[in-house]
């Protein structure tokens, strides 16, 4: 049967935590999956591999398999050349709980391995996904990725979108995360969509029919998060003059999304880590527990594992949130994302502001593709709503970030927008210069200024 199969490896990463933690909740996901997934040290032990993992020539009936994953897995009496798990223990870039695809092939048939860190931040272990097997019992040839195999890939689910590795990947972890009961933590930082991940994951959940309720944690004083979360008794507090139910309440067998979890008290922290020990909760004044089944959702775009060392957040209370950990790369590790987002949220914006269909050159493309984006998508996608709207023609242009130059592409978009009050003005004037056929005199009257500043704009905007 499967399970964990190096005592001595089991046992100290069962004597930390967070691995501890995060092994549960991988053997509760991929316990009765067809998907062929493993857990490896860096000394080869095979510290847990789920039942279709095995072959049968391995199954002799009484449990006891060999514990190092070349054994196992590719049938070798030593380790395989260049295993990508040594390389990511051994490489000291590597992001932890951020994947890798293994494009060569290898005789284990991995196919993508994610680092799991201990309490410490340092990646002990690692979750190896590994190629389905055909009928026969062989494993999927692998031919090398074409341009046209890259282009078939999944370029969305739900609404997120992406076809990039990193995507790829986070794709694959939301797909395996998602009906299970564990809570899940998504770091990353402002403007990568955390929110968005949260709602894809509860929509493919079994919980998808019940509510999902998304809280600020970092919007709300302490007394007010705590009577929104948890409900009020009448006479509680003054303004409370009837029982009120609280968000977990009314979420009961959904998903609570719990955003920027890192800038809740002590004091809340402590409150929320009993619900999730507990699965209950008490209003505010009330004494009688009240019993809940809803999945925990949190995000915080701040390092945790900094915070806990420094002891602004409860050690305990993250060990909770991060039972499975997700992390959003930032725009800049993401860049061939761009053109399918830029293409997307140009068919929002137009239906959403009623205009035609826009397209845009292959200039701007590049300029945008090349920017810094330190508001990530977010970034992206207001500034592409707001050239939608104060630009006319069939064509977003966008000239005030596209230079026939190199030195376009290097300059941060923020700056942009200190031109966006310039470039909606002129389009207004255009807008009330085509509504009044040209005349001046009812263009400003239009625009309620005078015939002097209208004349001023046009010459400053070379308005002809």
Request: a neutral charge.
């Amino acid at each position: 049967m499967a399970g964990s199969l190096s005592n001595q490896s089991a046992s100290r990463s069962l004597n930390d935590p967070v691995l501890t933690a995060r092994l549960e909740a991988i053997k509760q996901l991929a316990g009765g999956l067809t998907d062929r997934i493993a857990v490896v040290d860096r000394n080869f032990n095979v510290v847990y591999a789920n039942e279709s993992a095995w072959t049968e020539t391995l199954h002799d009936g009484t449990g006891a398999h060999p514990a190092k994953c070349y054994a196992v897995f590719a049938h070798r009496g030593g380790t395989c050349e260049s295993c990508p798990n040594m390389t990511l223990f051994e490489s000291s870039e590597v992001q932890p709980d951020a994947g890798a695809t293994i494009e060569d092939r290898m005789p284990c048939d991995m196919y993508q391995v994610f680092p799991l860190t201990s309490d410490r931040g340092e990646v002990e272990l690692m979750l190896v996904l590994f190629k389905q097997k055909t009928i026969q019992g062989q494993s999927d040839p692998a031919p090398p990725p074409t341009e046209n195999s890259l282009l078939a890939q999944r370029e969305s689910l739900d609404e997120l979108i992406g076809r990039s590795p990193v995507m790829q990947q986070l794709f694959e972890m939301i797909g395996l995360v998602a009906d299970s009961t564990a809570t899940v933590l998504i770091q990353g930082e402002s403007g990568t969509g955390k929110e968005l991940v949260a709602k894809t994951i509860h929509k493919i959940s079994y919980r998808r029919s019940e509510p999902f309720v998304i809280v600020d944690c970092g919007s709300l004083p302490e007394t007010l998060l705590e009577s929104e979360l948890f409900g009020h008794v009448k006479g509680a507090f003054t303004g409370a003059v009837s029982n009120k139910r609280g968000l977990f309440e009314e979420a009961d067998g959904g998903t609570v999304f719990l955003d920027e979890i890192a800038d809740t008290t002590p004091s809340f922290q402590a409150k929320l880590l009993r619900v999730l020990q507990e699965g209950e909760i008490k209003r505010v004044g009330g004494t009688h527990p009240i019993k809940i089944d809803v999945r925990v959702i949190s995000a915080t775009n701040k390092d945790l594992t900094e915070l806990v060392r420094s002891k602004a957040f409860r050690q305990d209370l993250y060990y909770r949130l991060a039972v499975l950990p997700l992390h959003l790369p930032p725009v800049r590790e993401r860049r061939e994302d761009i053109p399918l987002l830029v293409n997307h949220f140009i068919a929002t914006s137009c239906q959403r502001h009623r205009q035609p269909f826009r397209t845009i050159s292959p200039d701007v493309m590049h300029a945008l593709t090349e920017a810094t984006w330190p508001g990530n998508v977010r970034e992206l996608q207001h500034y592409i709503e707001r050239a939608v709207v104060t630009t006319v023609g069939p064509q977003l242009t966008c000239g005030d970030i596209v230079a026939m130059g190199s030195e376009q592409a290097e300059r941060d978009l923020r700056s942009v927008s200190r031109g966006a009050m310039k470039q909606a003005e002129r389009a207004r004037i255009i807008q009330a210069l085509q509504q009044s056929d040209g005349n001046r005199v009812k263009t400003a009257k239009l625009l309620k200024i005078s015939r002097a500043s209208l004349y001023n704009k046009l010459r400053t905007y070379q308005i002809h």
